[in-house]
Structures are given as structure tokens and as C-alpha cells.
């Protein structure tokens, strides 16, 4: 492992005059009537966000914004995947005794969902812990390096940001994550908790049924008592994803090469792709014109290129691998957003994970970080706070 | 003789410029090693298509080959609550007078070119054989015909369209011949339009209906017979590569089923994205056709400088799954043939087929695939011209059109 090298983006001029003249170039498709959302993304946005891409959006303005962030890149070794380098935000709180934690991203997020709730989080405060955050961008995303070798799986990626925590002196420290990010920190504490990960939370908290052998009394309650009106809602929610929502997860799991193709290569397409989840997947959150480029424009300028970001789909639990989801021991928190397509009923979570922290959003989809900052950062500071269920869970780092 | 509009190809020069503009753009991805086909269509045929399409592939040639050798006409026609679509069609008329008028569907990634091999076979007058007038159109949103603009276009305005096709041409009666989307949709027509209008239908791709309780209910016995005769090694071939298609090949069918509008931004913008997407279907999709460069990219121009935009073409996926009627295509009473290809990826049991259907004509080959017109097309029309020949379980199904 090498040191850490301060990192700032600075995508080359000849990568944004390719972007022009593609978007200049766009050829764009019919519609049908009326079609709104049913068919997927609607026309008049697309139009609207690539005329905004290629004349308005200033990619340098939020180029030059990122590069305020404290980011870094490193060298890790993983078995039998040789040397990654690894693209990630570093921020530590004013407070010393501030609990350290890793939050891991997911698809199609990027580091940027961190940044809302970065200064709420590194803040020092009386009445609540602070934090130190280490927020890396997965492998084949934004200015992580790729891997080229079949196989990369959760135990990879539990081994890479595990010897990424240690090597930033975190010997010990907690996690957050969403999307991928629930499967990869809930694998990091499978394998590296407690040693390492003394407490995991998750805004998606996404489990399956109890069963009887496993977890007799969430089995029992969960055949006994009905769903609250929440949980109805949400399995609606998750019923609609499975219907209609799912066919991106289908191709990216199956044939992620195929749809690189078109995603590496016009930006109209890649935006629509993306855009569809920012939209369907958020509470109505308003995303502005130049945010929803910019999440893009990750993708579109990333050092692997936007194919590298979906094979992901394929290697865990894609084209007939098992999907395997390792049943921690250290304390677990699960905060419940509305609009979350993955949330499932109480009982499944309990039944899977010790769940110590729980709490119920009325608003805040998928990107729960970047829609509900507050929202997290107060159920993380009750999760970790003085007398909060996982106080303490790091030795000589409480968060004061 | 019905009038008809003669239709000839002519790819306007600046769509030809900017296509070369967006593949000299051509932005590839990269490629896990030893990927093989593992992850999607290889990198490796991919650069090799894109250089071919750049520099050497001649649009040029292909569209004067395909405006000579195919008679093309467009026609409007009305479709109830959809207005009038022009459609595009191929029309050959055997010297026959008495040759059996056939409708000829093609389905997705295909399209009105997998005629072009079977229509000199179909059309040939023989002694022995019967011959046949084929009428081949591109689906609306295919092709050169136009694309419905409303949402709701289901199979029942798919056979619509198409009886009416036949019926302005002159063909009151008729039979049918389709694979992939052209099975649904002529079994659709069958169901419809039969026996009245559609009097026999041939089909290269075996699916049945997953309403088994419907099939159970129509014919107990045959069902009971399904039920009871164990698979012959073919058929648990042909199901374990139906299984395994399921499983990691229908990734495009999901998304098409739901966001094609999504999935269109793609493959309106980016050839390569197109190519590739297409390519995965027709490389592995075939009994080992040698597939040359050239032809390989004209399959896929069809789609790029179609007239609706390739993006249109995956909209009968969402449609027709919303419907359920790819998947509960509908029973017929009308007689109907089928060819077994090996390679083929949709694959029913025989037994179950024959509960389903009117089964008259059954043939098994042992090479051949997907795209069985394209592959194999004397073979398809040696099963067409036995079906309906003198003797045949089909022989003039057709009142006055016999083929001789």
C-alpha cells in the first residue's frame, strides 16, 4: 500500500469538445402521445437537459466546486486482483474523538451524495457526535481505477475498503450505505466485524422473509401481526419496481458489456438511463438541471468510462452467481424512507441483522443522503450519540 | 389489379454524413478480460464492425441491391383508433395465377429483409411443387413503414392491419408465415381472421401459450397425452437452451417490455450502441450462419435510417407484454405447421403444441436457428411447399389458390 496523494479532477479539454460535439450531433427519438412517464423517459426533458448540457451547463464551475473537497487516491492490493487505486473524499471533524466512518455509495450515485451531509456530519457539537468521514468512490466509478479480472465480488470489496479504512489510521470505525452500498458495508461487517466494523447503517434496509430455523421470533410476529400502513405502502412501492422498474438490473446483470456500448458512447442515452432512477427512484425531489447533469457528467467523465460502473450487476448476483447475503453480528441501524423501493417489512431486517436503531422518514427516497441530509445525519447522531444504542462501539472515539 | 405505390430506398446524403460523424465519435467501452461473449457482445467484433461500417461498408450498394431484388410499395391504411399508418411492404406475385397468396411477418432484431432469400424460392412456378404471391410488410415502426403514435397498439390492430393489407391486395384469403414477433402476430390474425380470411398458418418458431389451464380445458385429452409422453432428447435440448436463454439472454426483453422510450435515446444516437445491441441477438442467435461483415451491418442500417428510428421498434415489446398476448397467445382452430430448428431459442414441448393447436404439418431439422428464413430458407420453403403441395396436410387451403 502507498501513500495517500492528494487528488483533484481536471477533465482534459479534448474530453468536453467530444462531449460537444456528440451533444451536437444528437439524434434524438419519436415519442408516442401522451406518453409521460409510461414508456420511460419523457422527451421534453431529455431535450431540455442535453440542450442545457451542450449550451448553459459550466462543467468546470462544479469541476472547481468538487475540488474543495478534501479528495485523495491510493494504491490498495487486493488478493488476486493485483493493485487498485482508489478515488476518495477525506474529511476529518475539528472534534479528535470524532467516530470514524466509511459511507459507500451505489448505482447511479457516485462520492457526490456524501457532500450534503459531510458538513452535518463532521460538525462538532455539545449534544451530538461528530464524525470522521471517509467516502470512496467503488471501483469503476468517478476516478477509481476498474478491474479488468472477473470476479470481483463483495469479499473483494470488503477487503479493499477495510485495508482503505486501516490505512487512513481507522483500526476501528462504523459504516453507512445505500444501494450497493447496503450489500458492500453489510459483507464489510461480515467479514470485518467486530474487529474492524463495530456498527453498520443502512437506508436500505432490504432483508429477506424470516424463517423459523433463522430467527424464530421474527418468523412468529411476522406471521402473526399484519403490516403497518407504512409497510403496505412500501411493499406496494417494491411491487412496482419489480413490474416495471427492474429491466435495467435485468441487462446490467446479464449483459452489462451490451448496454456499455451505448452508454460509453452517446450521452444522450446515458443521461436518459441515469435520469430515468434520479427521477422514479427520489421523493419527488427537485432535481435542478445542472445537478442532474452534474451526477451525470460523473459517470460520462469517469476515469473507466460509464461500462465499468455497471458490471457491478453482473459479478454479484448477475448471469446465475449466488447472491450471497452474509448475516453480520454487529449492531445495526435502518432508517426507513418512504419512496425507498428496496425497504421491506420490519420483521425482515430484525430477523437477519442485530437491528439496535430504527427510525421512520415521512420523506426521502433511494439517495436518502443527498434528499434527506438532516433527515440521516440526526438518526446517525441518535444512533451513535450519548446513550444512543451503539455509544461507544469504537474504543476512544465516542464522537466528543 | 389493386393500385400500388412502388417504394424504392433512398437514404438521404446527410443522414449518411452524420452517421459517419458519430461512428468517427465512436466512444468504446472496456472489456473484462477473457470476456469472451460472456458479458454481451465482444469487444473484439465490435471494433472490427465499427472499422468495416466507417470505412469499406457501402450503404450505398446494399440499398440499390435491396430496391432491385425486392419489389417495395407503401400503402396507408386505416387502423381503428390509430388513424392511418403507411405501411411499407415487399409484394412479389408468382407467374402463377393460382399461386397461394402467403403473409410473411418478420419480428425483432429482423425485418422485411429476411424475405429476400425464401421470395425467389416462393415464387418460383414448378411442376411438382406449389408456388406462391408473397406480401412481406416491415411492422409499423420497422423498416419504412410508419409507427402507431398513440400508445395501445395491440396484437387485435396488429392483425388489423395486416388483414386489411391482404385484403386491398386483392388476397380475401390467405396463409401466413412467421417467426418471433411474425408467430405472435399471425397467430393473433389466425385467431381473428380465421378461417375466414386466414386459412393456414406456418410458423419456425415454437411457443405455446402459458395459459396451460386454458389448453387443459380445450383439449383434456391431448393435454393428458402432454402430461403423460416423456421428452425426446431434442425437445429437453431445445428446452435446457430456452432455459438458459431465460436466464441470461433476456435482459433486452425486460427493458424493452417497460422503458423502451429509455433504452431508445440509445439506440437512436449511438450506431455503435445500436450494432452492438443487435449484434448480441444475431451473432449467437443463429445455427452458426456465417454471418459476413457487411451483412451484419445492413441488418442494422435497417434499424439506423429507419423511418421511425430504431427507438420505435421496441415498443411492441412493452405493448404486447402489457397485454399479456406474447404470453397467452391465443388459441386457433385454423391448421397450422410447424418447423422445429435446433438452435432456435424459444422452444415448447411438441405434445403441448399439438394440445394447443391445429397441428396438420410438423418437420424437425437438424441445422438451422432463430432466423430460419434467413438461415435456412430452402429448407423453410421445402416444409412450405410440402405443407401445401399436392398431398399435403394443407393442399389447397385456399379456395381457387392452390399454387399450381
Known amino acids: 500500500m502507498s501513500s495517500e496523494q492528494s487528488f483533484q479532477i481536471a477533465v482534459p479539454d479534448d474530453a468536453l469538445e467530444l462531449l460537444k460535439r456528440k451533444l451536437t450531433d444528437a439524434r434524438f427519438p419519436d415519442e408516442v402521445d401522451e406518453a409521460d412517464w409510461d414508456f420511460g423517459a419523457p422527451l421534453a426533458d431529455i431535450k431540455r437537459l442535453i440542450n442545457r448540457w451542450k449550451d448553459g451547463y459550466d462543467w468546470r464551475t462544479h469541476e472547481s466546486e468538487f475540488n474543495k473537497l478534501p479528495m485523495f487516491t491510493r494504491d490498495i492490493d487486493v488478493e488476486g486482483f493485483g493493485t487498485l487505486n482508489v478515488h ?57 481505477s476498474t478491474v479488468l479480472k472477473r470476479g470481483f465480488r463483495g469479499k473483494q470489496y470488503a477487503e479493499l475498503f477495510n485495508k482503505l479504512m486501516i490505512s487512513l489510521g481507522y483500526n476501528e470505525y462504523v459504516t453507512q450505505g445505500g444501494d450497493w452500498g447496503y450489500y458492500i458495508t453489510r459483507t464489510l461487517a461480515a467479514h470485518h466485524g467486530p474487529r474492524n466494523v463495530k456498527a453498520s447503517h443502512t437506508n436500505l434496509p432490504h432483508a429477506s422473509a424470516p424463517t423459523f430455523w433463522a430467527s424464530p421470533v421474527q418468523y412468529i ?180 | 389489379m389493386p393500385e400500388e405505390t412502388p417504394f424504392k430506398i433512398a437514404v438521404p446524403d446527410d443522414a449518411l454524413s452524420l452517421l459517419q460523424r458519430k461512428l468517427a465519435d465512436t466512444r468504446l467501452p472496456d472489456e473484462v478480460e477473457g470476456a469472451g461473449w460472456d458479458y454481451g457482445t465482444p469487444l473484439s467484433d465490435i471494433k472490427r464492425l465499427v472499422d468495416r ?24 391504411i386505416e387502423v381503428d383508433g390509430f388513424g392511418v399508418l403507411n405501411m411499407h411492404y415487399v409484394h412479389k406475385k408468382s407467374k402463377v395465377a393460382g399461386a397461394v397468396p402467403v403473409l410473411f411477418v418478420h419480428g425483432w432484431p429482423g425485418s422485411f429483409i429476411e424475405v429476400s432469400k425464401i421470395l425467389p424460392l416462393l415464387t418460383a412456378g414448378g411442376a411438382g411443387h406449389p408456388s406462391f404471391h408473397v406480401v412481406a410488410p416491415s411492422l409499423p415502426g420497422f423498416g419504412w413503414s410508419e409507427a402507431a403514435h398513440k400508445p395501445g397498439f395491440r ?66 385429452l391431448r393435454f393428458a397425452k402432454y ?41 437512436g444516437d449511438s450506431p455503435v450502441g445500436l450494432l452492438a445491441w443487435i449484434y ?80 396438420v404439418f410438423e418437420s424437425e431439422h ?18 412450405l411447399r410440402r405443407m401445401f403441395g399436392r398431398g399435403g396436410p394443407a393442399a389447397g387451403v385456399v379456395p381457387g389458390h392452390s399454387g399450381f
Open chain 1, 88 to 144: 476518495y473524499v477525506h474529511q476529518k471533524s475539528v472534534v479528535e474523538g470524532a467516530i470514524p466512518l466509511l459511507f459507500v455509495h451505489g448505482w447511479p450515485g457516485s462520492f457526490i451524495e456524501v457532500t450534503k451531509i459531510l458538513p452535518l456530519l463532521t460538525a462538532g457539537g455539545l449534544d451530538h457526535p461528530s464524525f470522521h468521514v471517509v467516502a470512496p468512490s467503488l471501483p469503476g466509478y468517478a476516478w477509481s
Open chain 1, 221 to 400: 410476529k411476522h406471521l402473526v401481526l399484519p403490516y403497518t400502513a407504512l409497510e403496505r405502502q412500501e411493499l406496494a412501492h417494491h411491487q412496482e419496481f419489480v413490474t416495471r422498474g427492474r429491466g435495467y438490473y435485468l441487462e446490467q446483470s446479464t449483459r452489462p458489456q451490451t448496454i456499455g456500448y451505448s452508454l460509453s458512447d452517446s450521452p444522450i442515452g446515458m443521461l436518459a438511463w441515469i435520469y430515468e432512477k434520479l427521477v422514479a427512484w427520489s421523493d419527488s425531489y427537485p432535481w435542478t438541471d445542472d445537478e442532474v447533469l452534474t451526477w451525470v457528467s460523473i459517470y460520462w467523465f469517469s476515469r473507466a468510462g460509464p461500462a465499468a460502473s455497471v458490471r457491478i450487476y453482473y459479478e454479484i448476483g448477475g448471469s446465475g452467481e449466488t447472491w450471497d447475503m452474509p448475516r453480520p453480528t454487529v449492531p445495526f441501524g435502518a432508517s426507513y424512507f418512504p419512496k425507498e423501493f428496496g425497504s421491506t417489512p420490519r420483521t425482515f431486517m430484525r430477523g437477519e441483522c442485530n437491528v439496535v436503531f430504527e427510525s421512520e422518514h415521512t420523506s426521502g427516497g433511494h439517495f436518502a443522503a443527498f434528499e434527506n441530509p438532516q433527515g440521516l445525519a440526526d438518526d446517525l447522531r441518535k444512533m451513535f450519540g450519548k446513550n444512543g444504542p451503539a455509544a461507544g462501539v469504537v474504543s476512544g472515539r465516542d464522537g466528543f
Open chain 2, 53 to 76: 461500417w466507417r470505412g469499406g461498408y457501402d450503404w450505398h450498394a446494399h440499398e440499390r441491391e435491396l430496391n432491385q431484388h425486392l419489389p417495395m410499395f407503401t400503402r396507408d
Open chain 2, 155 to 220: 396484437g387485435t390492430h396488429y392483425a388489423e392491419l395486416f388483414n386489411k393489407l391482404m385484403l386491398s391486395l386483392g388476397y380475401s384469403e390467405y396463409v401466413t408465415q412467421g417467426g418471433d414477433w411474425g408467430h405472435v402476430i399471425t397467430r393473433i390474425l389466425a385467431s381473428q381472421y380465421g378461417p375466414k380470411h386466414v386459412k393456414a398458418s406456418h410458423t419456425n418458431m415454437p411457443i405455446c401459450s402459458t395459459d396451460i389451464f386454458g389448453t387443459f380445458r380445450n383439449n383434456p
Open chain 2, 227 to 267: 402430461l403423460l409422453t416423456p421428452y425426446t432428447p431434442r425437445e429437453r435440448e431445445g428446452m435446457a437452451r430456452s432455459r438458459m436463454f431465460q436466464k441470461t439472454g433476456m435482459g433486452y426483453f425486460a427493458q424493452q417490455s417497460t422503458r423502451p422510450q429509455t433504452l431508445g435515446y440509445n439506440l
Open chain 2, 280 to 359: 448480441e441477438k444475431i451473432g449467437p442467435g443463429t445455427d452458426n450462419y456465417p454471418w459476413t461483415d457487411d451483412e451484419v451491418l445492413t441488418w442494422i442500417s435497417i434499424y439506423w435510417f429507419s423511418r421511425a428510428g430504431p427507438s420505435a421498434s421496441t415498443r411492441i415489446y412493452y405493448e404486447l407484454s402489457k397485454s399479456e398476448e406474447v404470453f397467452r397467445t391465443p388459441r386457433t382452430s385454423v391448421p397450422v405447421g410447424i418447423s422445429f430448428f435446433p438452435k432456435e431459442v424459444f422452444h415448447a414441448p411438441r405434445e403441448l403444441l399439438r394440445a394447443e393447436l391445429n397441428v
Open chain 2, 366 to 383: 437438424d441445422a438451422g436457428g432463430h432466423f430460419a428464413a434467413y438461415e435456412k430458407p430452402e429448407a423453410l420453403v421445402d416444409d
